[in-house]
T-cell receptor, first 111, second 112 residues
Framework: SQQGEEDPQALSIQEGENATMNCSYKTSINNLQWYRQNSGRGLVHLILIRSNEREKHSGRLRVTLDTSKKSSSLLITASRAADTASYFCATAPFGNEKLTFGTGTRLTIIP | DVKVTQSSRYLVKRTGEKVFLECVQDMDHENMFWYRQDPGLGLRLIYFSYDVKMKEKGDIPEGYSVSREKKERFSLILESASTNQTSMYLC???????????FGDGTRLSIL
């Protein structure tokens, strides 16, 4: 069963706008990770946030984590056409080697 | 940069055939994973390995087996291919547990 669920399933915005995607999960985690997947390619790791962190930045990416609500958000600022992709959250439970991936948000940036 | 290489981008096989998907990583990672990706279902873990000759079942191991004879190579085997195994197969590796995974570009497998 899926641990993470992304919301929305699909999102279309104008280039230059900000994009926000959300992820909810069910059980306690060691960390939460976000990945991007361009069409027909493998996933690329974007950012990892640990359970004791609340916010993390990497370039135009900002990730927040609320462990009390079991949710995370990914914000992409000043979006570009090249940001068009699917975005997945993945949760890493304690004491478990496996990541569990959500079903993803398909982001389309309109030039 | 870590490179994970999958042997084929596209593969077409017939029902009942034994199919081998190969994956090689070049960064001495301990863990390797095989997923399948289907529309609306996200990534589902088939098998993973945390050491040479070690393997663990994932969420959907039925109909599959794996082999890890060398640290850098992890093979997925479809013992007797069926049409419901038509999918995108993704291999990944990670240095340690719960660390970022590095993915290959996937193999789009069609079983006719």
């Amino acid at each position: 069963s899926q641990q993470g669920e992304e919301d929305p399933q699909a999102l279309s915005i104008q280039e230059g706008e900000n994009a926000t995607m959300n992820c909810s999960y069910k059980t306690s985690i060691n960390n939460l990770q976000w990945y991007r997947q361009n069409s027909g390619r493998g996933l690329v790791h974007l950012i990892l946030i640990r359970s004791n962190e609340r916010e993390k930045h990497s370039g135009r990416l900002r990730v927040t984590l609320d462990t009390s609500k079991k949710s995370s958000s990914l914000l992409i600022t000043a979006s570009r056409a090249a940001d068009t992709a699917s975005y997945f959250c993945a949760t890493a439970p304690f004491g478990n080697e496996k990541l569990t991936f959500g079903t993803g948000t398909r982001l389309t940036i309109i030039p | 940069d870590v490179k994970v290489t999958q042997s084929s981008r596209y593969l077409v096989k017939r029902t009942g055939e034994k199919v081998f998907l190969e994956c090689v990583q070049d960064m001495d990672h301990e863990n390797m994973f095989w997923y399948r990706q289907d529309p609306g279902l996200g990534l589902r873990l088939i098998y993973f390995s945390y050491d040479v000759k070690m393997k663990e079942k994932g969420d959907i191991p039925e109909g599959y087996s794996v082999s890890r004879e060398k640290k850098e190579r992890f093979s997925l085997i479809l013992e007797s291919a069926s049409t419901n195994q038509t999918s995108m197969y993704l291999c990944a590796s990670s240095l340690r547990d719960n660390q970022p995974q590095h993915f290959g570009d996937g193999t789009r497998l069609s079983i006719l």
